[in-house]
């Protein structure tokens, strides 16, 4: 019970004594940074190897969406490995059980071979395919988790209303 009443009076002294919504700010250079350390990332396909490096996170204001930029290697026995780059975007969603930010509804932006843009060149099989690889990825893989310990982040855990993509943050609505 003290527990409950301390995190409150934080909640409302965040507030500046009312109960309307506080913000919170997650710099792109920090979605970034939390990126980074899950990569590289590889993945055994049926046929082959996919590996995924380099991320690069930007923040698209106009679609609400975050974009992730890869570079990518795919290997299939037999053949040489296949290069390109694929930008994801996804919508942000907060996961409490996990303390952590996922992309949903991830939608392949990009996807170029060797240098060379894919765009309508590919079939509905290899872009399910891509799409189906990359939906699992970003299922699995937070673009960003809160810390566990300080008394600021319990309190980020259990009070995030919604969050709002921005050009150079991610902003999170506090409310209780």
């Known amino acids: 019970m003290k527990k409950l009443i301390s995190i409150f009076a934080i909640v409302l002294f965040f507030a500046g004594c009312s109960l309307s919504t506080y913000s919170v700010k997650i710099p792109v250079a920090k979605l970034q940074k939390g990126m980074e350390k899950k990569f590289p990332i590889k993945r055994k396909l049926a046929i082959g190897t996919l590996d995924l490096a380099q991320p690069k996170v930007i923040l698209n204001e106009k679609t609400k ?80 988790k809160i810390k566990d310990g300080s008394t600021k982040n319990k309190l980020l855990k259990n009070t995030i209303k919604s969050i709002n993509v921005k050009h150079d943050v991610l902003e999170l609505n506090l409310g209780i």
Do not use: C, H, W
């Open 65 to 144: 969406r975050v974009i992730t930029k890869m570079s990518f290697g795919y290997k299939m026995p037999l053949f040489s490995t296949q290069t390109g780059i694929i930008s994801v975007s996804g919508i942000p969603k907060y996961r409490a059980n996990k303390s952590a930010f996922y992309l949903t509804k991830p939608n392949i932006e990009e996807l170029k071979f060797n240098n060379n843009s894919m765009g309508n060149m590919l079939s509905k099989n290899t872009k399910g395919l891509f799409s189906k690889i990359v939906e699992e990825i970003f299922d699995k893989y937070p673009i960003y």
